[in-house]
């Protein structure tokens, strides 16, 4: 079955610094990634995905993900942190079968201090 | 360019009572999502349509209801209110094609049965 896995509840940051956000996923063929980001009281939004292709995927507000097969990871990075990114961030997967849902992590909660 | 629109926004509920909340999307996509967010536990697929009359059980779909008459509308029912359905509930939706699987969703509907 298709898992993700996001390991640290959450992630303190200070403003200007690199941030990294950790998705760890389990499945069975080609995986299909995602990161989405939520704002307090506000649904979730598409930041980037992996599909196929670079490694390397750029997505939105300057964020990126660096897809690695050997260590079935999906790790979202920024080189310098803002206040405003604070939020929650989800990694997900898409499930197996034809119904095409998003399987999710539990959440990072990402705290950017100035 | 609404995308996807729930309501209500928020709702307070008796043990025992039902409700329907609305999604709509003017996106044209085929699939439809309803998922449950709970703190700390991510988000939970409750029931999946891919196409106006279909639709499926997701993972936790007891005590939910849904129906797909068109393509733009995709109605959750609860039927008989319980305390464990306090969450918050949000529609998603998402296209067809080879470069495309994320979600699109909408802002979400908090839900509290007393």
């Known amino acids: 079955a298709q898992s993700v896995a996001q390991p640290e509840d959450q992630v303190n940051v200070a403003e200007g610094n690199p941030l990294t956000v950790k998705c760890t996923y389990s499945?069975?063929?080609?995986?299909?990634l995602f990161w989405y980001v939520q704002y307090p009281n506000r649904g979730l939004q598409f930041l980037l995905k992996?599909?196929?292709?670079?490694?390397l995927v750029k997505g939105s507000y300057g964020f990126e993900a660096e897809f690695n097969k050997s260590q079935t990871s999906f790790h979202l990075k920024k080189p310098s942190a803002l206040v405003s990114d604070s939020a929650l961030y989800f990694c997900?997967?898409?499930?197996?079968?034809?119904?095409?849902?998003?399987?999710f992590g539990k959440g990072t909660k990402l705290s950017v201090k100035p | 360019n609404a995308g996807v629109t729930q309501t209500p926004k928020f709702r307070i509920l008796k043990i025992g009572q039902s409700m329907t909340l609305q999604c709509t999307q003017d996106?044209?996509?085929?699939?439809m999502y309803w998922y449950r967010q709970d703190p700390g536990m991510g988000l939970k697929l409750i029931y999946y349509?891919?196409?106006?009359?279909?639709?499926d059980k997701g993972e936790v779909p007891n005590g939910y209801n849904v129906s797909r008459s068109t393509t733009e509308d995709f109605p959750l029912r609860l039927e008989l209110a319980a305390p464990s359905q306090t969450s918050v509930y949000f529609c998603?939706?998402?296209?067809?094609?080879?470069?495309?699987?994320?979600?699109?969703f909408g802002e979400g509907s908090r839900l509290t049965v007393l």
């Open positions: 992996y599909i196929t292709g670079d490694n």
């Open positions: 349509s891919v196409g106006a009359g279909i639709t």
């Open positions: 997900a997967v898409r499930g197996g079968g034809s119904q095409g849902n998003l399987i």
């Open positions: 998603a939706s998402r296209g067809t094609g080879p470069n495309t699987g994320e979600l699109f």
């Open positions: 499945v069975s063929g080609n995986p299909y």
């Open positions: 996106m044209n996509h085929n699939y």
